[in-house]
């Protein structure tokens, strides 16, 4: 089975502080994704790569960057924290093809809940 | 702007009943609708997937119907079991823009089902 490991399941955080969300995937998938899960909002993609050192913003990308300098490895950043931002925060990867197609689909971690104070 | 409208928000329904969820879109270049089923404290996972070339999908207790001209598909749990209980999204991807094979893939908000015993 595909696993996508996020490095932390919980975060507390300060205002202001640079916070990194890694995450990791043992597949060999091409794309991978950041996802921000609120209640009453879904799923609102904030950055996706579909190669290493590719990325593309997503629907929300402000005040958030992302690295990939390895093909397993894809590293959602918060600049300078701010409350706003607390939320959860899903990974995803799935094989060429695309975001995601008929027969490559997404496969998530299990979140990082972030709480910025 | 590409929106995927779900409905209910929640659902209450007996075990043994078929709860549907309901979902929406606008854009007619949208070409695969994926369902996401998501347990508390997990990360999605893809439950049933179909292309618009088809009207009705079956994978076990699950089904897929989708209306082309209307522009609406739904989930459909047979029989359904408290072990269903869960927050299910509909998604649609499409072609994204000019650039390639890249999809991107919308989710709607998400409908929580609780299956009472």
């Known amino acids: 089975d595909v696993k996508v490991t996020q490095s932390s399941r919980y975060l507390v955080k300060r205002t202001g502080e640079k916070v990194f969300l890694e995450c990791v995937q043992d597949?060999?998938?091409?794309?991978m994704f950041w996802y921000r899960q609120d209640p009453g909002l879904g799923l609102r993609l904030i950055y996706f790569?579909?190669?290493?050192?590719?990325?593309e913003k997503g629907d929300i990308p402000e005040g958030y960057s992302v690295s990939r300098e390895k093909k397993e490895r894809f590293s959602l950043i918060l600049e300078s924290a701010s409350t706003n931002q607390t939320s959860m925060y899903l990974c995803a990867s799935s094989y060429t093809g695309g975001i995601s197609s008929y027969n490559s689909p997404l496969h998530f971690g299990n979140g990082t809940r972030l709480t910025v104070t | 702007q590409q929106q995927v409208k779900q409905s209910p928000q929640s659902l209450i329904v007996q075990k043994g009943g078929i709860p549907i969820i309901n979902c929406a879109y606008e854009n007619t270049a949208f070409d695969y609708f994926p369902w996401y089923q998501q347990f508390p404290g997990k990360g999605p996972a893809l439950l049933i997937a179909?292309?618009?070339?088809?009207s009705e999908k079956k994978e076990g207790r699950f089904t897929i119907s989708f209306n082309k001209s209307a522009k609406q598909f739904s989930l459909h749990i047979m029989d359904s079991q408290p072990g269903d209980s869960a927050t299910y999204f509909c998604a649609a991807g499409g072609q994204r823009g000019s650039g390639g094979s890249n999809y991107k893939l919308t989710f709607g908000k998400g409908t929580l089902l609780t299956v009472n015993p």
């Open positions: 597949m060999d998938h091409e794309n």
């Open positions: 179909i292309r618009p070339d088809v």
């Open positions: 790569s579909y190669d290493v050192k590719m990325k």
